[in-house]
Structure formats: structure tokens, C-alpha cells
């Protein structure tokens, strides 16, 4: 009977043993599984905590954007203008009967100073008449810097010596060389006016070795330059344009025969009185 009890003692104590060893056991096994779960849960709760602060701003912008709005259209609203009477105005440089040059149009001549009422403005302005072209220009007074006076004698020497110098002609496109002779036109600048003549200038056969653009940008620079040579100088048109064509030298031949066509029936008379 004791021997019984020993082994019973002996049973249960193997039992208890497997019993604590199982479940030591399972709660080495269980611990990893509950980190893992954690670990998952708290990747979620971040992910969903971003999520609600990406929301909040969009939220937060879509509630500025708004506002910019209305600071936008506040700041566009139209300013006061105010209506100007009178516009702003210089002193004048130039007198009545004075000759300019106007750029555009070449030499005219101050006939008046006039008011003009333009869209409810009061308006200084210069009446010029242009006699070659035979029509009349308006230039405000406040813009008087667009004109300049007419060139003086010593500027007039200058470009005799410029036309009787050697043409500078470039080898670069006739469209474009032709922009920069407008350029220099339009300029109103007797110096360059003298560099388009000689450069375009052909002697006698210029009718034939131009073409047409050619031929007009010359012709155009040319009567300006003679336009503001015959007032300066005080000439008749037939001397100045001799001394523009004795600097260019053309149409020295046709003078030459003119010359000798004169003195050919001086020859033949006294012939005929011998006779």
C-alpha cells in the first residue's frame, strides 16, 4: 500500500510538471503573435492619423482660397480716374515761321500754335506745313523733342565731304540692308540721310543697275537732303541740286553736253558770215 502511495505521488508530480511546462509554453508562443498585432494596429492608427491631417488642411485651404478671393477682387476694383482738363505742357523751343525737321515727313514750317480740344483734353500743340508733300501735321508741344532744328552750314560741309566719300555697302541681304536705310530715314538725321544717298547712289546708270526699292529709298532720301540743303544755303532748287550732284558725281556727262550743245551754234555763225 505504501508503495501505491509513492507512485501516485510520483504520477501526479510527472503531471504537474507537463502541466506547468505546457502552458509555460504557450505563453512563450502567444507573446510574439500579440506584438505582431500591436505593431499592424499601430501602423493603422498612423496611417489614419495622416489621413485626418491631409484632410484638415484641404480643409484649411479650402477655406482660404475663398478669402483670397474676396482680398482679389477687392484689390481689382477699378481706381478713381480723374478727369484731366488741361494737358501738361513745355516751353516752347520753337517760334512761328521756324523750320524743323519732323522725322517722318522731312523739313516743314511752323505756320501757328494752336489749342485743340481732344476727348474733353485742352491740347498745346504745333501746326506744321509740309510744301512737298502739300499737307499739315499737328505735334503736341510737350512732344517738341520728336523735332529738330535745321542743320547749320558747318553740318552741311560735313555731309558734302560724307557724299563724296566712298560708299559703305554690305554684303548682307537686300531685306534687310533695305530695313536699315528706312531706319536711318525715318531717324531724321541729316548725317545718316547723307550716308543712305551715298550708299544707294549709282551715277548715270542708276536707272539700270537699281531695282525699284532701291530707286525709291534713294529718291526719298535725296529730296530730303535737298529740301533742307536749298533752305539752309538759301539757293534756288537748280543750284543745290548741282551741288548734291557734284558731290555724288552724276550727271556730269549730260551737263558736259549741254555745255557743248551751247557752244556749237556760236561756232557756226561766223562761218556762215564768211559765206
Not at 139 to 147: G, R
Request: overall charge positive; hydrophobic content about 30%; glycine content about 4%.
Amino acid at each position: 500500500m505504501a508503495i501505491n502511495s509513492k507512485m501516485k505521488k510520483i504520477n501526479l508530480k510527472n503531471i504537474l510538471k507537463k502541466t506547468f511546462n505546457k502552458k509555460a509554453s504557450k505563453k512563450i508562443v502567444t507573446k510574439p503573435i500579440k506584438r505582431k498585432k500591436q505593431k499592424v494596429k499601430n501602423n493603422k492608427l498612423k496611417k489614419i492619423k495622416t489621413l485626418r491631417k491631409i484632410k484638415k488642411k484641404e480643409n484649411t485651404k479650402s477655406d482660404i482660397k475663398p478669402q483670397n478671393l474676396k482680398l482679389s477682387k477687392i484689390n481689382d476694383q477699378k481706381p478713381e480716374i480723374k478727369k484731366v482738363k488741361i494737358q501738361e505742357t513745355e516751353k516752347k523751343l520753337f517760334k512761328v515761321k521756324d523750320y524743323v525737321v519732323y522725322p517722318k515727313h522731312g523739313v516743314g514750317q511752323i505756320t501757328e500754335f494752336k489749342k485743340i480740344g481732344i476727348g474733353g483734353i485742352n491740347v498745346e500743340a504745333y501746326i506744321l506745313k509740309f510744301e512737298k508733300d502739300k499737307a499739315n501735321g499737328m505735334i503736341p508741344i510737350n512732344k517738341q523733342s520728336h523735332l529738330r532744328p535745321l542743320a547749320t552750314i558747318n553740318q552741311i560741309n560735313k555731309c558734302v565731304s560724307i557724299l563724296k566719300s566712298k560708299p559703305k555697302i554690305k554684303r548682307s541681304m537686300w531685306s534687310r540692308r533695305a530695313q536699315e536705310y528706312e531706319a536711318k530715314i525715318s531717324s531724321g538725321k541729316i548725317y545718316e540721310l547723307a550716308e543712305v544717298v551715298r550708299d544707294l547712289n549709282k551715277g548715270d546708270d542708276m536707272m539700270i543697275d537699281q531695282s525699284y526699292s532701291e530707286r525709291q529709298l534713294f529718291e526719298k532720301a535725296y529730296d530730303r537732303l535737298l529740301n533742307e540743303f536749298q533752305i539752309v544755303l538759301g539757293t534756288n532748287l537748280e543750284d543745290t541740286q548741282k551741288k548734291l550732284d557734284k558731290a555724288l558725281k552724276r550727271n556730269l556727262e549730260a551737263q558736259a553736253k549741254k555745255i557743248i550743245e551751247q557752244k556749237e551754234p556760236t561756232s557756226e555763225e561766223p562761218s556762215q558770215v564768211k559765206e
